[in-house]
């Protein structure tokens, strides 16, 4: 196993810049997530540590060996695409066989070792049966376990996961996403995986790195992607809803910060805030506006005040789900505020209702803008 450096990595295809000063350690053994939207350069850094397509300035590293310029043959890497790459005319058998009987792995396998080796791969990914078939004759989501299978049926020193269970069903996804964690501990592979979604990310990783138009948001253990956002963007990206985030006008009265948000809506800023406020304040038309965040269960609502923090709004939607109620509030004209609170805790709550709302100190955030809000 390899332990895997991107030191100030860019790439350009042609003028089009894809990755922009790209730097991370994924170390020997280790489960590291590249998250990012659509076009974000995720592939590309794959492809770049893979050596399928040259770095345009910067280094990457295999035990700390400077390997940037080795062709693709000669990197101990194991691939597997979102869009399969199988090879159409050979059986599902034959393509994962495939990396095991290339001559530059030196591997001589018997035809019974071998088989084995295919046997033990499918039979892990439950798809044993479908050996002796063509790939035409298998759906896209048996198409991508196979390609999953062609992928770990060899010992590389790095496997490079490209969305591998994207076009699984729910239920597979889950058994999958189960069957890589498994596979990554019993044989400490460093796996580099990339993904859009952040439950996949957040659920397989020792450490998650967040991409943003190329370029590194944030880089963290999935607890602090999650409870610690370093960027609105990555606020937006994690969560199911997104983290609430809200602009406001910032006004200061005898030492103490509230945040405006509209109407009779204000937030006491608590004093140990004061810096991270300050940090993010923005002067746009003579005003000085601050982007506060907060995820949805660390918005309190009671159908009382609380303590001096506390405002209250109307109730504008109410979902109920297995454990939780998530409530909607119109906070002002296009800006929703959402807060998940536990089913049972405000019984036979309505939409008009009028509840009072409050953010959780310690789980609130001040960013500079940098992402648009929908209006
Ligand atoms: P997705 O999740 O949609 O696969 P991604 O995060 O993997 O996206 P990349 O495929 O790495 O993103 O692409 C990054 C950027 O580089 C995009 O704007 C894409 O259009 C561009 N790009 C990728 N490959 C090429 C290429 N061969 N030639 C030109 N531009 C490319």
Redesign the pocket.
């Known amino acids: 196993m390899a332990e895997v450096r991107l030191e100030g990595v860019t790439k350009y295809?042609?003028r089009?810049k894809?990755v922009e000063n790209v730097s991370f350690l994924c170390k020997e053994g280790e489960f590291v997530s590249i998250l990012?939207p659509?076009?974000?350069?995720?592939?590309?850094i794959l492809k770049l540590i893979a050596g399928i397509e040259e770095v345009t300035a910067g280094q990457v590293f295999f035990n700390g060996r400077d390997i940037t310029h080795l062709p693709p043959q000669e990197r101990n890497v194991s691939m597997a695409f979102e869009t399969y790459n199988l090879y159409p005319h050979m059986s599902v058998y034959d393509n994962i066989a495939f990396p095991l009987r290339a001559p530059r792995w030196g591997l001589k396998l018997s035809p019974a070792e071998e088989r084995q080796k295919v046997e033990e791969i499918t039979g892990f990914l439950g798809i044993k049966e479908l050996l002796e078939r063509l790939p035409q004759q298998l759906s896209g989501g048996q198409k991508q376990r196979v390609s999953l299978a062609r992928a770990l049926v060899r010992r590389a020193e790095v496997y490079l996961l490209d969305e591998p269970i994207a076009h699984l069903d729910a239920r597979l996804k889950f058994t999958t996403r189960s069957l890589l964690k498994e596979f990554a501990e019993k044989y400490g592979a460093t796996i580099i995986y990339?993904t859009?979604d952040y439950r996949e990310a957040l659920a397989l990783s020792d450490r998650v790195i967040v991409?943003g138009r190329?370029r590194i948001e944030q880089e963290g253990t999935p607890k602090e992607i999650y409870y610690s956002p370093a960027s609105d963007f990555v606020g937006r990206l994690v969560g199911e809803p997104p983290m609430n985030l809200l602009d406001g006008e910032v006004e200061e009265k005898g030492g103490a910060y509230w945040v405006h948000l509209g109407g009779e809506t204000k937030v006491r800023v608590p004093e140990t805030l004061v810096p991270s406020l300050k940090k993010a304040v923005y002067t746009e038309k003579g005003r000085e506006g601050v982007r506060l965040g907060i995820r949805s269960e660390f918005v309190q609502v009671e159908r009382h005040p609380i303590a001096e923090y506390s405002f209250p709004l109307t109730v504008y939607a109410v979902v109920r789900e297995a454990e939780n109620v998530l409530l909607t509030f119109l906070v002002r004209d296009n800006t929703f505020l959402y807060a998940r609170v536990e089913r049972g805790r405000l019984p036979d709550c309505k939409v008009g209702e009028k509840l009072w709302v409050g953010f959780d100190p310690d789980n609130l955030f001040f960013f500079p803008r940098t992402v648009k809000l929908k209006s």
């Not at 659509?38 to 590309?44: D, E, L, R, V, Y």
């Open positions: 295809y042609g089009k894809a990012g659509t076009g974000a350069g995720k592939t590309t990339v859009h991409l190329g």
